[in-house]
């Protein structure tokens, strides 16, 4: 099966396209031939060295943890030959989802309630994972409340928007004003421009800040919070000093790490199928393109998800 996997850390040049065997199935797992495997940010910050490197031990390492495709043999689990399936699997651990074929473990994995768009469904998993876990787990969002996501036109932050809103809260969000008919059409009430815009005019305003961009700019819209409100703060790399900084200014913050859920993932699917949540795919690249999809979500400024596609 064709992979894309790296010998050690460092740039782009270490991704290599390259023929390796077909993972065995071990008890409770499912082998997967993939349609789509998204890219996120993690990918390339941990084939770099930063991101979950300290999790990956062995050598050659194949990147990836989401994946969607069908089932090309179900072992001792209850999925059915040609199912189609989609997850987000092993977190941190290695997955290898840049490949033909996966391993995957029955429970992290779930049905597609509408498999009409498979490569769609395989940018899914992370991003909407982490806003959920951000908006209802870490964030104790309910119906009414005013919510504003930091990145809103991002992989996490377009995702995070329409679940706000279907949750029945109000959505506000950051973006560049290129993106600003994109939000509207999530369904974000606010959309400010960044670059020009201050936070100022919501200070003490919001029951909750979904920070898909950490650092300086998790610290700046700390004064947004009301009193009472929550900060959820993303990128792992910031995490200490927005809470460092919550905690100088008696506001409190939420730091996440992603965590596989197969029941929360049936959720998803069936908002899809529902029409209520939609994954906009910013760009497809073949697998063997892993390294320009990597080159263009370094930038930092994709609009919703890139996927490479098999
Ligand atoms: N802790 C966890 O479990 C977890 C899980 C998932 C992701 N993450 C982290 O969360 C972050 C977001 O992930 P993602 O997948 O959403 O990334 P992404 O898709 O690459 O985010 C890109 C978006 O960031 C926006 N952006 C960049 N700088 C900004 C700024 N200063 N203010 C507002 N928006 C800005 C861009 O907006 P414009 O193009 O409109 O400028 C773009 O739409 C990453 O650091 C990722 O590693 C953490």
């Given at each position: 099966?064709?992979t894309?996997?790296i010998?050690q850390?460092?740039g782009?040049?270490?991704?290599?396209?390259?023929k390796q065997s077909?993972?065995?199935?071990?008890p409770?797992e499912?082998?997967?031939?993939?349609?789509?495997a998204?890219?996120n940010?993690?990918?390339?910050?941990?084939?770099?060295g930063?991101?979950a490197s300290?999790?990956?031990t062995?050598?050659?390492?194949?990147p990836?943890w989401?994946?969607?495709?069908?089932v090309?043999?179900p072992?001792?689990?209850?999925?059915?030959l040609?199912e189609?399936?989609?997850?987000?699997?092993?977190f941190p651990?290695?997955?290898g989802c840049?490949?033909?074929y996966?391993?995957a473990p029955?429970?992290?994995?779930a049905?597609?309630a509408?498999?009409a768009?498979?490569?769609?469904?395989g940018g899914?998993?992370?991003a909407s994972?982490?806003?959920?876990?951000?908006?209802f787990?870490?964030?104790?969002l309910?119906?009414?409340?005013q919510?504003?996501i930091?990145?809103?036109?991002?992989g996490v932050?377009?995702?995070?928007?329409?679940?706000?809103?279907w949750a029945g809260a109000h959505?506000s969000?950051?973006?560049?004003?290129?993106?600003?008919e994109f939000?509207a059409?999530?369904?974000c009430e606010?959309a400010?421009?960044y670059?020009?815009?201050?936070?100022s005019?919501?200070?003490?305003s919001?029951?909750?800040i979904?920070d898909?961009v950490?650092?300086?700019?998790g610290i700046e819209?700390?004064p947004c919070?009301?009193?009472?409100g929550?900060l959820?703060t993303?990128?792992?790399?910031?995490?200490?000093?927005v809470i460092?900084?919550?905690?100088?200014?008696r506001?409190r913050?939420?730091a996440?790490r992603c965590?596989?859920?197969?029941?929360?993932?049936?959720?998803i699917?069936?908002l899809?199928?529902d029409e209520?949540l939609?994954l906009?795919i910013?760009?497809?690249f073949?697998?063997e393109?892993?390294a320009e999809a990597?080159?263009l979500s370094m930038s930092?400024?994709?609009?919703?998800?890139?996927?490479l596609?098999?």
């Amino acid at each position: 099966m064709h992979t894309i996997s790296i010998h050690q850390f460092g740039g782009l040049d270490e991704l290599i396209y390259s023929k390796q065997s077909r993972p065995q199935l071990g008890p409770g797992e499912v082998l997967v031939k993939t349609a789509a495997a998204g890219v996120n940010p993690i990918d390339w910050k941990t084939c770099s060295g930063g991101g979950a490197s300290q999790f990956i031990t062995d050598m050659p390492f194949i990147p990836g943890w989401e994946f969607s495709g069908l089932v090309a043999d179900p072992g001792d689990t209850d999925f059915k030959l040609n199912e189609a399936v989609f997850g987000m699997i092993r977190f941190p651990q290695p997955a290898g989802c840049y490949a033909e074929y996966i391993a995957a473990p029955a429970e992290q994995i779930a049905r597609l309630a509408d498999a009409a768009d498979l490569t769609a469904a395989g940018g899914l998993p992370t991003a909407s994972l982490t806003a959920w876990q951000a908006l209802f787990e870490k964030g104790e969002l309910k119906a009414g409340q005013q919510v504003l996501i930091l990145g809103a036109a991002g992989g996490v932050g377009h995702l995070a928007v329409q679940l706000a809103k279907w949750a029945g809260a109000h959505v506000s969000g950051t973006a560049s004003l290129h993106n600003h008919e994109f939000l509207a059409t999530l369904g974000c009430e606010h959309a400010i421009d960044y670059r020009h815009q201050s936070l100022s005019e919501y200070t003490n305003s919001m029951d909750l800040i979904i920070d898909c961009v950490g650092g300086d700019t998790g610290i700046e819209a700390l004064p947004c919070l009301k009193p009472e409100g929550i900060l959820v703060t993303l990128p792992s790399v910031t995490k200490d000093q927005v809470i460092a900084a919550g905690l100088a200014q008696r506001r409190r913050v939420e730091a996440i790490r992603c965590e596989p859920s197969a029941q929360q993932l049936r959720q998803i699917s069936e908002l899809v199928a529902d029409e209520q949540l939609k994954l906009h795919i910013g760009e497809t690249f073949p697998l063997e393109k892993a390294a320009e999809a990597f080159s263009l979500s370094m930038s930092g400024h994709v609009c919703g998800k890139l996927i490479l596609t098999f």
